[in-house]
């Protein structure tokens, strides 16, 4: 592993400020000065002069609606701007401005790769209410998977909770995925929650609102992902 990226997983640094620090001289690698491009594994000795790595947090947050994940424009806010974290915590994924529920947020750079690629097949699931009286070829359709431009989702499970709301448990993330298979077969999305990230709940959160990730619910969640604290 470049130990830029190195330094960005393990709390040091972002990855533009952790080449900074190596051009600096302040990185060393086993007592001895590291260089950009340098390569490191985990059983490297790893310092940064005048830096102590930060600890790692992990968040489970309640993203309300009209907040924007990331990439704010104009006069939009993001999480960053409502939420009083550190900069260094990042959320994993994304909900769309129109959707509320659980973001999870670290400055563990390890999770996001592990949390979010498609082969890993990790559980997301949703509360969708929709336009219109839910019939069970729909609900066929969305558990088997609907062609979006010519790609298909991956197979759902898919729960109806109500004549216009169903819970669906997806193991991929395209971009706004649920709302776009919902258009594909005629139905149009009122609302959409998430409230589940793998073993991870949104409980009783409240809109805006954010707690630690800790205990033996980190303990599992980390395990899920092959990591360690």
Partial sequence: ????????????????RADELIEEGRVFINGKKAELGSKVSENDEV???????????????????????????EDEKEIKDVLDVSDKIFPVGRLDKASHGLIILTNDGRVTQRLLHPDKRHEKEYSVIVNQKITHTFLTQMSLGVDIKGARTKP?????????????VLTEGKNRQIRRMCTALGYEVRDLQRFRVGNILLGKLKAGSYRIIKGQELKDFLNSLDLDK
């Fill in 47 to 73: 310092k940064v002069d005048g830096i102590e790595k930060e600890e790692k947090t992990y968040i489970a947050y309640f993203k309300p609606t009209g907040i924007v994940t990331v990439g704010a424009q």
């Fill in 1 to 16: 592993m470049r130990i830029n990226k190195y330094l960005s997983q393990h709390g040091y640094a972002s990855r533009r």
């Fill in 156 to 168: 759902a499970k898919v729960r109806r909770t109500s004549n216009t709301s169903f819970d669906i």
